[in-house]
Structure formats: structure tokens, C-alpha cells
């Protein structure tokens, strides 16, 4: 599984983004996907994840109500909807998919096994 990401950008504080997160391969539709990232300085750390059906997500206690993950399979394609956007949500984000097929729930790095390469998401005051 190959994935690529992008969408990222610079908004102001209160605005919104779009990421997407294309995956190659034949096997997308049968793996969880999440989103993590780093801010400068810090460790990645988890912001949503859905399961490979989509019938449920997870998302990290900063995001929640603010952000939404949602999957396309049919378009190979798990966005994260990003409203009321923050100073301290920039970071660079990246997009992964599960380590393991019919996963769901996955809140730790272990648990994934495929990486795309990051969006920088700034956020200005």
C-alpha cells in the first residue's frame, strides 16, 4: 500500500481544511486508515482513526467535535476534515494505513504499517 497526501496549507486561526489521503493498492478498503502528526519539537501523535468499513471512528481528545475522518473506498481515499482550526494544530500530518486487514480502533503507531509522506498544516493567529 502506497499512500500520498495532501491538502495542506496555511489558513488563520477559526478556518478549515480538507486533507485527502490516496492510497494505491488493491487491499485499502480492508485495512483501518488513520491520521497522525508532529508539531515542531514534539512527537507524532495520533489524531483519528477509521475502521475499514467505516462504521467507526476514534479521534484524540484535542480534535474531537473540531475534526472529521471519513473514507471513500470506492475512491481509495480517507480525508480529514479540519474545522475551527487552532494555533496549536500546525503541524505536519501524515496519513497511514493499518498493519493488518479488518483492523479498526487503532490509536498507536504500532498498529500501522504504511506511511505517506506528510502535509504541513499551518495555522496562524
Known amino acids: 500500500v502506497q499512500l500520498q497526501a495532501f491538502g495542506g496549507g496555511l489558513v488563520q486561526a477559526g478556518g478549515s481544511l480538507r486533507l485527502s489521503c490516496l492510497a494505491s493498492?488493491?487491499?485499502?478498503?480492508?485495512?483501518?486508515m488513520g491520521w497522525f502528526r508532529q508539531a515542531p519539537g514534539k512527537e507524532r501523535e495520533f489524531v483519528a482513526t477509521?475502521?475499514?468499513?467505516?462504521?467507526?471512528?476514534y479521534y484524540a481528545d484535542s480534535v474531537k467535535g473540531r475534526f472529521t475522518i471519513s473514507r471513500d473506498n470506492a475512491e481509495n481515499t480517507v480525508y480529514l476534515q479540519m474545522n475551527s482550526l487552532k494555533p496549536e494544530d500546525t503541524a505536519v500530518y501524515y496519513c497511514a494505513a493499518g498493519k493488518s486487514t479488518y483492523s479498526s480502533g487503532m490509536r498507536e503507531e504500532i498498529g500501522y504499517g504504511y506511511w505517506g509522506q506528510g502535509t504541513q498544516v499551518t495555522v496562524s493567529s
Open positions: 477509521i475502521s475499514w468499513s467505516g462504521a467507526s471512528t
Open positions: 493498492g488493491r487491499t485499502f478498503s480492508s485495512r483501518g
